[in-house]
């Protein structure tokens, strides 16, 4: 990054200086040093956010807000390694530092990926009525409403672009003009964002027979209300190596029967369990499809994805099951909006 210097800020330094290196940088972080221009600690714009709901005022020195454990990385690392350390901690920027502790450079995700990006699609589907968040949903779609201080979708958008990914298919219904107008064509997310438009609700699978040209390559589709700290290349890894037609992203889910189960042998109880723990994989709402599927959803009609794969099944084609251990949340009612609320500073 050739202007990482700008980042720089001494450690007797104020938020509000940090607040003036952000916005003259564009760098969307600070780095705290001391007179030798060793690393003391990071801060972005979330850290000062959070120093100001502690009622620190714009005096406060920055120490104080800072990051004083930053992730970094030594001088000389490969590329490739630089990018496995931002994927596995989930990282816009990573310092580069000497062995004597002094900042010699910057990387930033963009740079990074720039040059690695993937030729696979994504369908997000946003198109649903959110009934089950009302009344946050009366006015604004679910793909915007917030969690942190970005928008569900613009995260989801922004862990792809970030892996690689530029070409997004948007599938929308409800509200639809909010979400357009909210993302354009992309351009400002370092991305290509088309549109779906259901005319009038399509399911979870059919919106997909819309896309306007046939992929050159296997590609993802995501319900747009998920939050998940997925690799999605090891996914569409794992498609490409079991030949599947359908791979279904899967999560163990265990629940308790809260009564004591018989067990039962031509009328004879042969045993009696309390309150069973059973498991269970559920979908996770994450596809890989192969550019051939798209064949069953022609002419387009309303459809759900487990039809759609009881039909390649069916037709003595392969749905695979990739299981997800990664974190991952459906935010499908209130409380599950909470708590990503909650997590969201830890997670992402």
């Known amino acids: 990054m050739k202007n990482w210097r ?49 009622d620190l005022n714009q005096a406060t020195r920055i120490v104080e807000v800072m990051n004083r454990t930053p992730i970094t990385a030594p001088e000389g690392l490969p590329r490739q390694e630089l990018i496995e350390i931002l994927r596995r901690h989930d990282l816009h920027h990573i310092p580069i530092v000497a062995a004597n502790g002094r900042v010699v450079g910057l990387e930033a995700d963009t740079e ?79 991305c290509d964002i088309r549109y779906l438009e259901e005319r009038e609700p399509l399911g979870t699978a059919g919106a997909i027979g819309l896309l306007p040209e046939m992929p050159t390559a296997p590609f993802i589709v995501m319900n747009g209300d998920l939050l998940t700290t997925l690799d999605f290349e090891r996914l569409l890894e794992f498609h490409t190596k079991h030949g599947a037609d359908v791979t279904l992203a899967v999560r163990r889910y265990s629940h308790q029967i809260p009564y004591g189960v018989a067990e039962i042998l031509h009328n004879r109880v042969t045993s009696i369990v309390e309150k069973p723990i059973k498991e269970c994989y559920i979908s996770g709402g994450i596809y890989v499809l192969s550019p051939s599927v798209l064949s069953k959803l022609q002419p387009v009609r309303q459809i759900d994805m487990p039809d759609l794969m009881r039909d390649v099944i069916a037709g003595r084609g392969q749905v ?20 990503a609320r909650r997590e969201f500073d830890i997670t992402y």
Do not use: C
Not at 9 to 38: F, H, N, P, T, Y
Not at 146 to 155: F, K, N
């Open 112 to 190: 990074l990926y720039e040059g690695a990006e993937r030729d696979n699609w994504v369908v997000l589907m946003a198109g649903g009525l959110g009934q089950r968040l009302r009344p946050l949903t009366d006015d604004i779609p679910k793909p915007l409403l917030a969690v942190g201080d970005r928008p569900l979708l613009e995260i989801i958008i922004d862990r792809f672009v970030r892996q690689g990914f530029r070409r997004f298919f948007v599938s929308v219904n409800y509200r639809a003009d909010m979400v357009k107008e909210h993302f354009g064509d992309g351009t400002r997310f370092g």
């Open 320 to 339: 695979s099951a990739f299981p997800v251990t990664e974190y991952w949340i459906d935010i499908g009612r209130i409380e599950d909006l909470e708590r």
């Open 6 to 54: 700008q980042g720089l800020l001494l450690e007797g330094s104020s938020i509000r200086d940090a607040m003036s290196v952000l916005d003259r940088s564009a760098l969307q972080i600070v780095l705290v040093v001391d007179k030798d221009e060793r690393l003391l600690g990071t801060v972005t714009d979330g850290d000062i956010r959070r120093g100001l709901l502690r």
